[in-house]
């Protein structure tokens, strides 16, 4: 299989973390979606990254789907619990990580924007602060030992407490204090730590790529 991705990319991180707990093999291409030379257009009608172009040529896009995929055709080890209540804890687990990642991407593009509205940026800012603090209510003291089976649940919220962290580091918007989650909880800290420490996680460290983000920004609302 070969996964198209971009190397800062939460979303592609958790297809790259859900193949490696699943000890499939993959290959990776890296792209940048938002320069004239991307290919993701061939791959995806949706023009988003990641893309999963499998053994058969089939391309699967959208990270949530992908994950989807993965654990139908791929069921073991499974990335879900088989009880329903414990599946329907972890699904939401992963629809909290998901959304709260959504909201930090439109805060980090807001803020680059010549004008940011303040208003829109308030908004925002407070759903990624009412989902961190149900994300850490959920996760109460879990901190999976690195021997100790994780879910999608597990993936997407710790790519996402991650991504805030890597927001910070390269001070995409430091104006945004429910970014700095570490302070208030950390019971998450311990929860983030636990995950990072695994192999998975270890290999697919989000990393820059070289782009002026204000520079993205301004040639998207020129276009």
Known sequence: MKLINATPSPYGRKVAIALKEKSIPYEVQYDIPWIASTIVPEYSPLQQLPILIT?????????????????????????LPSDADARAHELLLRLLGERIAEFAQII??????????????????????????ELAKLIGDRAPAPQDAITLGDIAAGCTLRMLDFIIERNYAASITQFNWRPLYPNLAAYAAALESRPSFLETQPVMFELDLKDVVEEQAAA
Not at 57 to 62: A, E, S
Not at 117 to 129: A, E
């Open 108 to 133: 980090v593009f807001e803020v680059a924007r010549p004008d940011p509205s303040t208003p829109w940026l308030d908004r925002q800012t407070r759903k990624v602060g009412t989902g961190l603090a």
């Open 55 to 79: 053994d058969e040529g089939k391309n699967v896009y959208d990270s949530s789907y992908i994950l989807d995929w993965l654990e139908i055709h791929y069921p073991t080890p499974p990335l």
